[in-house]
């Protein structure tokens, strides 16, 4: 499967950004989706992941509250929709695919495709 993330941005703190991530191949629904995100001179993390059909999500303490997961698996594509941005948010965010994952939190290491990142920018 490819996948090619869209919508980063330069934005203020308190603003909002929507991720996408569009997947073409193999069939979309076969896979557990994240997002991580890896900021200058820091180890890529994790920020969420959603399940193939979308009824199961998990996320890092630092997205809670503030950042949804959501996909259309009839347009093959996954969201990330970030509310209330923080400088600390500024990242390069990558959109991957798992087709099988022990549990949602998993690491980057049980993804088999990524995408290419999207470069989001807070600024204070």
């Known amino acids: 499967v490819q996948l090619q993330a869209s919508g980063g941005g330069l934005v203020q703190a308190g603003g909002s950004l929507r991720l996408s991530c569009a997947a073409s191949?193999?069939?979309?629904?076969?896979?557990?989706m994240g997002w991580f995100r890896q900021a200058p001179g820091k180890e890529r993390e994790l920020v969420t992941a959603?399940?193939?059909?979308?009824?199961?999500?998990y996320y890092a303490d630092s997205a809670k509250g503030r950042f949804t997961v959501y996909r259309d698996n009839a347009k093959k594509t996954v969201y990330l929709q970030m509310n209330g941005l923080e400088p600390e948010d500024t990242a390069v965010y990558y959109c991957?695919?798992?087709?099988?994952?022990?549990?949602?939190?998993?690491?980057?290491?049980?993804?088999?495709?990524w995408g290419q990142g999207t470069l989001v920018t807070v600024s204070s």
């Open positions: 991957a695919a798992a087709r099988l994952i022990r549990n949602l939190n998993s690491d980057s290491n049980s993804y088999d495709y």
């Open positions: 191949g193999r069939t979309f629904d076969d896979y557990i």
């Open positions: 959603i399940s193939r059909r979308g009824s199961s999500t």
